[in-house]
């Protein structure tokens, strides 16, 4: 859970509770503190590897190669003018994660859409074979695009001026290990926008068709109000 944001000049503290240790899953509790005040908090299961029954869902037949596609900073540079200001500035900023959106419209138009997208992403460069980087990278990076999603049913974009968006909580199941530097769909759909809070889901498959992760978030998408008169 998010709670509050974070200074990235001042160092965070983690407060580590030790919930249980057994046989086969360990479970840790931390909050992360700053300025004495918790901006974070995290609960997380971890299990020994296991053989046991399999099955994945499909992942979609229908989407574009990545090699089709153009990155997010190609975009810019073709499509120009027509691509608003925040999204503009999201789409320069510079980042370890390279993505290449399958569908445009929501970028470019107003127009209410289907509440679903999907996009190729991947890390720019290797990352460290261990369990733990690659967890954390990937938790990282699935944050990025998600929240957007539920505003499409209202043809809006979380860089809109009006709106103020955050994520409030972000929920992560680790299925199979594939590398980062590869490229992975992230397939997304967003089933309820309600109470200035939209929740999205997510599935991030290798090229090759394999389920890596789902992600489940919830994010604030409030309107902000007009100025008093």
Do not use: C
Request: glycine share 6%; charged share 25%; hydrophobic share 35%.
């Amino acid at each position: 859970y998010f709670m509050r944001p974070g200074d990235t000049k001042v160092p965070i503290i983690y407060q580590v509770d030790r919930i249980r240790d057994g046989g086969s899953f360990n479970t840790r509790r931390v909050v992360a503190v700053q300025h004495g005040q918790a901006i974070f908090s995290l609960e997380a299961s971890f299990q020994q590897e296991e053989v046991g029954l399999e099955h994945q869902v499909p992942m979609p037949q229908d989407v574009p190669a990545p090699d089709t596609l153009l990155s997010q900073r190609e975009l810019i540079g073709k499509f120009g003018e027509a691509v608003p200001d925040g999204i503009r500035r999201y789409w320069e900023r510079d980042r370890p994660i390279e993505m290449k959106p399958v569908m445009l419209e929501h970028y470019t138009s107003r127009e209410k859409l289907e509440p679903k997208q999907n996009i190729w992403i991947r890390t720019t460069g290797p990352v460290p074979a261990d369990r733990a980087t690659q967890a954390a990278v990937l938790a990282y990076l699935s944050d990025m695009t998600l929240l957007d999603t539920s505003t499409f049913a209202h043809g809006r974009a979380i860089f809109d001026s009006d709106i103020q968006a955050a994520s409030l909580d972000h929920a992560m199941w680790f299925h199979r290990s594939h590398p980062l530097d590869d490229w992975m769909l992230y397939t997304q759909d967003s089933p309820s926008t309600q109470g200035s809070r939209g929740f999205t889901r997510g599935s991030l498959f290798a090229r090759d068709g394999t389920l890596i992760a789902s992600v489940a978030q919830e994010g604030l998408i409030r309107l902000k109000r007009p100025p008093a008169e």
